[in-house]
């Protein structure tokens, strides 16, 4: 069993910048491929970003060149950076745990936070 819980959105102006965290529970975070989804009212959840186990690093072409995605094994972390935000980036931002390094698909992530909301003005 895997929690996590997101923290670090808020409300900025376009062309700011956010870094979002994600806390996870449990012993073997390492082994687990971290994903960032994010869904804006009345549009499906899509995917932002990855790191899988090997560290390597997936991004949606949205936001390839703005978002950083990172982790951190021994305080069971991943973060997201987001730089040159747009009205666009608007969303509830979730992270999400794959236990089999499959990162693409919502349907492949087993545990999921509570998301945190980022809000980009123009």
């Known amino acids: 069993q895997v929690q996590l819980v997101e923290s670090g959105g808020g409300l900025v102006m376009a062309g700011g910048s956010l870094r979002l965290s994600c806390a996870a529970s449990?012993?073997?975070?390492?082994?687990?491929?971290m994903g960032w989804f994010r869904q804006a009212p009345g549009k499906e959840r899509e995917f932002v970003a990855a790191?899988?186990?090997?560290?390597?690093?997936y991004y949606a072409d949205s936001v390839k060149g703005r978002f950083a995605v990172s982790r951190d094994n021994v305080k069971n972390t991943v973060y997201l950076q987001m730089n040159s935000l747009k009205p666009e980036d608007t969303a509830l931002y979730y992270c999400?745990?794959?236990?089999?390094?499959?990162?693409?698909?919502?349907?492949?992530?087993?545990?999921w936070g509570q998301g945190t909301q980022v809000t980009v003005s123009s």
């Open positions: 999400a745990a794959s236990g089999n390094n499959a990162i693409w698909a919502y349907t492949s992530y087993t545990y």
């Open positions: 449990g012993r073997t975070f390492s082994n687990y491929a």
């Open positions: 790191i899988r186990s090997d560290d390597g690093t």
